[in-house]
């Protein structure tokens, strides 16, 4: 993996997925600042095509994520609807892998073979950012670190898409296994329920 150059300037954004929603909706946060920048909610109508849009703090419109109906390619879309960048996968691939094709130019990027982060760059080997996903989370979240080659928001708007493409808002399946241990938990309350019932 290539270095990055120790005098380019980085930025971290902290993505967050909010827990009781009742859809995918993602906070973003300046790390240095600690600020929220922005806040994504995918659209209600996305179980046939995978639209998640872009806010800042007060409801006012940055970008549109907009999928195709098998998630293989994302256009993002600035608020006036003009194209920002595009977003494919290949339908088979051994490793995770993603092509942007931003500024007249190609970025892209592979994962290991479990893929928790990938590092893009476009075609000149220029770092545009890191996507981080923490494994371990009861809620989905990712830490996004940007380079000077993007747009800060591009940049995570675009790592946002990657998450919902490869990981699809999931940490690791601790989500599931939290629901799995309260369903266990109501069942063994019931049976105690049920048994002290039958007691005289």
């Not at 006036?80 to 494919?88: I, Y």
């Not at 928790?116 to 371990?136: C, P, T």
Request: hydrophobic letters at 45%.
């Amino acid at each position: 993996m290539a270095e990055i150059p120790e005098n380019q300037e980085m930025r971290n954004y902290k993505v967050v997925q909010k827990l009781l929603a009742m859809r995918p909706v993602y906070e973003i946060y300046d790390e240095q600042s600690g600020e929220m920048v922005a806040i994504a909610k995918q659209t209600w109508m996305s179980f046939l095509r995978s639209t998640m849009h872009i806010e800042d703090p007060q409801g006012n419109r940055l970008f549109t994520a907009k999928g195709g109906f098998f998630d293989k390619t994302f256009w993002l879309l600035d608020a006036s609807g003009n194209k920002v960048a595009r977003l494919t996968r290949p339908w088979i691939a051994l490793r995770q892998n993603f092509t942007i094709y931003y500024r007249e130019d190609i970025v892209k990027a592979q994962g290991g073979f479990f893929a928790w982060g990938f590092e893009a760059r476009n075609s000149q080997g220029i770092f545009a950012f890191r996507l981080d996903k923490k494994i371990l989370a009861i809620r989905d979240q990712f830490r996004v670190q940007v380079g000077e080659y993007m747009n800060p928001l591009h940049a995570v708007a675009s790592a946002l898409v990657v998450d919902r493409i490869f990981f699809k808002g999931k940490g690791c399946g601790c989500r599931t296994l939290l629901c799995i241990l309260l369903l266990i938990g109501f069942g063994i309350l019931t049976i105690i329920s049920m048994i002290s019932s039958l007691l005289p």
